[in-house]
Nanobody
């Protein structure tokens, strides 16, 4: 199994930036499609962005397009989420997840999850 640990969350003012990291261990990161999800209080978990195993393809939900960028370094077993122009509505717990399938990922295939990191954007 692959284990995932997120880091980089915190408190930032609206318009600011944060970079989240997701460190993988236990299995080669290259085996997995990777995604970032978020869940705000009282809301369902939503898919934010995803990246193919090679990094050649990405997907982002409309609300973060042009602001968030997912990337990966398979040699370092790490996936990143660069978040710019943050808005209060981006506040949530952010989770990285791994899917051992092909691109594009079937949401049900995300079988491995990190513990999450809190992002809070103040207005």
């Amino acid at each position: 199994q692959v284990q995932l640990v997120e880091s980089g969350g915190g408190l930032v003012q609206a318009g600011g930036s944060l970079r989240l990291s997701c460190a993988a261990s236990g299995r080669p990161l290259s085996w997995y499609v990777m995604g970032w999800f978020r869940q705000a209080p009282g809301k369902e978990r939503e898919s934010v962005t995803a990246i193919s195993r090679s990094g050649g393809s990405t997907y982002s939900t409309d609300s973060v397009k042009g602001r968030f960028t997912i990337s990966r370094d398979n040699a370092k077993s790490t996936v990143y989420l660069q978040m710019n122009s943050l808005k209060p509505e981006d506040s949530a717990v952010y989770y990285c997840a791994a899917a051992p399938g092909s691109w594009p990922p079937n949401p049900a295939e995300y079988g491995y999850w990190g513990q999450g990191t809190q992002v809070t954007v103040s207005s």
